[in-house]
């Protein structure tokens, strides 16, 4: 069953503390994005990588890593420096690039800093 | 600046009822347009996607428009059904050999009511 899978659904952070967001793709995309959704905004780009072990900023790219060591995972960490984390994060993939490919999207992580 | 709005931001409707959504955008050159459904703490699921040479696409109950010259999209939902309910995003693609720079609407939250 092809898909992307995000884990955990939930997460809760402290203050200070970083936190890694899972995403794998069964989907042999060769393209993976992670997305920031706020409540009645559109979805912002963190992160995106086309090739493994290659990766490049999007728009909000400030307080977060990621890695592409393996095609088929993109973890998403959110440092200490992130000062507003809260918020519904998903992951994506693609063919290629998204200009002309469809992007397939996870469930989504919720992350609440408490 | 690309951008993406979306009306109305939430709408109310009575089952079996017709819908219409509006998508205007300012991206150019453009490439496609996207509609995606978005249930309550899902991940986007996509319905249609037009290039600038489509005028219309179904999916179902679902019908997309497209007017490129004004840059206007509609979503026309059909016999609306309970599992309507949801957040319908507009995404536009420009047209760019490389760099995944979608653009996301904040989207319309659809409540089908019995």
């Known amino acids: 069953d092809g898909g992307i899978t995000q884990s955990p659904k939930y997460l809760f952070r402290k203050e200070g503390q970083n936190v890694t967001l899972s995403c794998e793709q069964n989907l042999n995309h060769d393209a993976m994005y992670w997305y920031r959704q706020d409540p009645g905004q559109g979805l912002r780009l963190i992160y995106y990588s086309q090739i493994v072990n290659d990766f490049q900023k999007g728009d909000i790219a400030e307080g977060y890593s990621v890695s592409r060591e393996k095609k088929e995972s993109f973890p998403l960490t959110v440092t200490s420096a992130q000062k507003n984390p809260t918020a519904f994060y998903l992951c994506a993939s693609s063919a290629g690039d998204t200009s002309f490919t469809e992007a397939f999207f996870g469930q989504g992580t919720r992350l609440t800093v408490v | 600046k690309n951008q993406v709005e979306q009306s109305p931001q939430s709408l109310i409707i009575l089952e079996g009822k017709n819908c219409t959504l509006q998508?205007?955008?300012?991206?150019?050159?453009?490439?496609?347009l996207r509609w995606y459904k978005q249930d309550t703490g899902r991940g986007p699921v996509s319905l249609t996607i037009?290039?600038?040479?489509?005028n219309t696409k179904s999916n179902g109950r679902y019908t997309a428009t497209l007017d490129a010259d004004t840059k206007q999209s509609s979503l026309h939902i059909t016999a609306s059904q309970l599992s309507d309910s949801a957040s319908y995003i507009c995404v536009v693609s420009p047209f760019v050999a490389a760099g995944n720079k979608l653009t996301f609407g904040g989207g319309t939250r659809v409540l089908v009511k019995p």
């Open positions: 037009m290039t600038f040479s489509e």
């Open positions: 998508c205007n955008y300012t991206v150019s050159p453009f490439s496609n």
